[in-house]
């Protein structure tokens, strides 16, 4: 396994998982809710800043690696689906929305992982509604842990519901993009 800064930071990324999730096992009483969903909601958005700072930092220095590509996209799979199963405890995310997005997740890896298997991953590499879906969800989860107004202001859990429906519309869509391009193989290896 190679250890530079961005495999450190993926790490970094899934050592955060638990600190988000545990956050909302402390009693009431230690944090208070506010100050919890605080937390919970800056550690969030440092783990997603990791997520692409990780990724600059191995394009730019030249420290891509096959381990780093297996874990990068775990380490978001895991981020993102902790932050919606607690979001879905709290009732603050629909749990067809948390379904749809976690299955979707779980379908795809699936899907590249034997696609890879067979020397086909290329034909569903990441494509550019994938980076979309992404971004909807990464400005979605920390709006919905938040759950407030931000400044007086902006109602952070409007505009995380809405955005989380963006993410939920193009996981769908997304996966029937990459569904459709393994199509072809999958009928031939059928």
């Not at 250890?3 to 899934?14: D, E, F, K």
């Not at 506010?34 to 937390?39: A, C, G, P, W, Y």
């Amino acid at each position: 396994m190679p250890l530079n800064l961005p495999i450190i930071l993926t790490w970094v990324r899934i050592v955060m998982i638990p600190l988000v999730v545990g956050l909302y096992y402390v009693p009431e009483s230690v944090l208070g809710l506010h100050l919890r969903d605080i937390l919970a909601t800056a550690i969030f958005v440092f783990a997603a800043l990791t997520d692409w700072l990780d990724g600059w930092l191995a394009r730019l220095w030249n420290q891509t690696s096959s381990f780093g590509a297996f874990l990068d996209p775990v380490a978001d799979k895991l981020m993102v689906s902790a932050a919606l199963l607690v979001l879905l405890n709290l009732g603050r995310v629909d749990a067809m929305i948390a379904l749809v997005i976690i299955g979707r997740e779980i379908t795809i890896s699936a899907l590249r992982e034997w696609m890879a298997q067979i020397g086909a991953r290329a034909s569903v590499a990441v494509h550019r509604l994938g980076k979309f879906k992404t971004i909807a969800q990464m400005v979605a989860i920390p709006c919905l842990l938040y759950d407030r107004r931000l400044f007086g202001v902006i109602d952070t859990h409007w505009w995380g519901s809405r955005l989380i429906e963006v993410a939920a519309v193009l996981t769908v869509w997304s996966m029937m993009y990459y569904l459709r391009r393994a199509w072809p193989i999958i009928k031939k290896s059928a």
